[in-house]
């Protein structure tokens, strides 16, 4: 299962790319599966297995999800961006855009409201996977530790009292309608201005999204004895003035002192587990007491979690002068 899930996770990343380089009319599914030497039918089958739909399908709303940023960031004629994503005609452009995101092209270009959009699906995943990686192909670099001031800012995110980690995270919060993964990651990839945002197209990975806990009086206590409520949501800046998905909360977090526990690039499938290890016992050992500061447990701060393969991992703790 592990293999078919990275042959399948390097399709999805030529899907993509070939998107972006507006090279993707010979996308097909006869393609596909030959370069992975299964059937049609097969590939079809395992593939609605992982997407939840069709290839034709997901394909379409992939482009679809790409003329949309282009909508929103760009000044590019709209028929223009139909055409490079393989739309016949602007108002067959209009259509499938409409149907998808329930507003046309021109609206949302003067109205850039939060839609969910189709975001790339992430097979291979250790989190989702249950899977904490497969041992170490080459020794992982030390982890850094060093102190930062976050300005003010804003946090737009859902929020789980009871979950322990990110695989039940999303499992409690598939049960909550409109606020499972790929509705909340595809809402927030089409939010404009996220400060973490790296221009990436993969949730929590370069496209502005990170796992967080916040301090709250009422959260599941963790086990460094911290009562913590599970997020999931975007930086913003602290002007933010954009529309407030239904089932989200937009918070404002003042500026504050943090530990920065980070680990730089590794390999996702072969070292995840123990670059893991590693930050746990650097927090673990980190001797508050000499460096002068202290966590700081007051209701509302965050502590932020990015994973990143290929930029780093890190932990951010807000901290006080003790």
């Known amino acids: 299962m592990s293999e078919w899930h ?3 996770q390097e399709i999805i990343n030529e899907i993509d790319l070939c998107i972006k380089t507006h090279n993707d ?11 992975l030497s299964y059937s049609e039918y097969h590939m079809s089958r395992k593939f609605k297995e992982i997407s939840g739909m069709q290839f034709r399908d997901y394909l379409r709303y992939r482009r679809l999800a790409f003329a949309l940023i282009e909508i929103r960031d760009t000044k590019k004629g709209i028929l223009d961006i139909a055409l490079d994503y393989g739309f016949a005609s602007h108002e067959a452009f209009t259509r499938a855009f409409k149907e998808a995101y329930g507003i046309t092209p021109s609206e949302y270009r003067q109205n850039p409201v939060p839609v969910v959009l189709r975001t790339i699906i992430k097979p291979f995943d250790c989190y989702l996977m249950e899977n904490g990686g497969y041992g170490m192909k080459d020794k992982a670099a030390d982890v850094k530790i060093y102190f930062v001031t976050i300005p003010a800012h804003k946090f737009l995110h859902i929020k789980n009292y009871e979950s322990i980690g ?65 997020c999931y949501g975007v930086r913003l800046p602290l002007d933010y003035d954009g529309e407030v998905p239904k089932q989200m909360l937009l918070a404002d977090i003042a500026e504050g002192e943090y530990i920065v526990f980070e680990h730089g690039p590794f390999d996702f499938e072969t070292q995840n587990a123990e670059v893991e290890r590693k930050i746990e016992e650097a927090m ?28 780093f991992w890190k932990y951010i703790r807000p901290v006080k002068r003790a």
């Open 6 to 8: 990275k042959q399948i």
């Open 25 to 35: 009319e010979t996308l097909t599914l006869s393609q596909l599966s030959a370069k």
């Open 166 to 230: 990110y695989w039940d995270f999303w499992q409690k919060q598939s049960l909550i309608p409109g606020q499972d993964c790929e509705t909340i990651s595809g809402l927030l990839h089409s939010i404009k201005g996220k400060l973490d945002d790296m221009g990436g197209s993969e949730e929590n990975s370069g496209s502005g999204q990170v796992m967080a806990f916040m301090n709250e009086p009422n959260g599941r206590i963790c086990s460094w004895g911290i009562p913590l409520a599970e």
């Open 284 to 311: 673990k050992n980190f001797n508050y007491v000499e460096s002068g500061y202290t966590l700081d447990l007051t209701p509302g701060r965050v502590f932020y979690f990015y994973h990143d393969t290929e930029r």
